[in-house]
């Protein structure tokens, strides 16, 4: 009797995994890249929603897309004024915050998952794990975080478009990010949802690879790998630049 409940409990299981629904997502660009005189990028992400047989996939779902850029290390100081004057005050380090971070969804994610499953996907920015190193006092934490995200926010680095992502027939959906001309190089995760009765019940990724080419890239291997020579370049073109300069004033 126990033998045939135990097998009928994995029928089920098996079952009820089947129903579940593939996600096949897409990039419009695959690699960005920049060069002198680039102004950003809008990359459209798309997809089906489909049975793991390739059949349209029954039932209502809904779609929330993440695009982060690579990790890195940020230190946030706080400016306290002082006897009229604007000084560094107190500073924390992130061990490792997202240089561009984007979400998109078809609804506000507050209706779609309970905050513990926001929180494990780090759906929106409220939820970005954001680890400082070193222990600091929470309330402290929380104000730093708190003052990264709204001034990564202000540059267009951090992102959160609710309603942004458009689902057709329950088959299709897509949706538009903008990447500012200051993101980061490196390889960018997208990384979309489908999200049903409160629980994502699929996922899947995709990658962009942002990367500098032409002389913009010559600087920036130079200025990562020969720093001696990358400053003493910059110190002769300010110098070669001033004497132009003078130059031509001196013929007016």
């Not at 005050?89 to 998109?104: K, V």
């Not at 994610?109 to 513990?116: M, R, T, Y």
């Not at 104000?143 to 709204?150: A, K, P």
């Not at 001309?181 to 997208?190: E, K, L, R």
Request: hydrophobic content about 45%.
């Amino acid at each position: 009797m126990i033998a045939r409940l135990a097998a009928l409990l994995l029928v089920l299981a098996f079952c009820t995994g089947a129903r579940n629904p593939i996600l096949v997502p897409e990039i419009s660009q695959h690699e960005i890249q920049v060069r002198q005189g680039f102004t950003g990028a809008d990359l459209l992400l798309f997809g089906a929603i489909l049975t793991p047989e390739g059949a349209r996939a029954a039932g209502d779902y809904e779609i929330v897309v993440l695009l982060e850029g690579p990790a890195r290390s940020i230190v946030v100081r706080e400016k306290r004024k002082v006897a009229g004057i604007w000084v560094n005050a107190d500073s924390t380090e992130f061990r490792s915050a997202p240089s561009f971070y984007a979400l998109a969804s078809s609804h506000p994610v507050a209706s779609l998952v309970d905050g513990k499953t926001a929180a494990i996907y780090e759906m929106g920015l409220k939820w970005l794990q954001l680890s400082p190193v070193g222990v600091i006092d929470p309330a402290e934490q929380k104000r730093f975080s708190e003052g990264l995200v709204d001034l990564m926010r202000r540059q267009g680095l951090y992102q959160e478009n609710e309603g942004a992502v458009k689902i057709s027939g329950q088959v299709l959906y897509q949706a538009r990010i903008s990447l500012p001309s200051s993101v980061q190089t490196g390889t960018y995760t997208a990384e979309t949802f489908a999200v049903r009765d409160g629980r994502v019940v699929a996922s899947a990724i995709s990658r962009v690879t942002v990367s500098k080419e032409g002389f913009e890239r010559v600087v920036a291997y130079n200025a990562e790998r020969n720093g001696f020579f990358y400053g003493l370049f910059a110190v002769i073109v300010s110098i070669s630049m001033g004497w132009i300069a003078g130059r031509l004033f001196a013929l007016v």
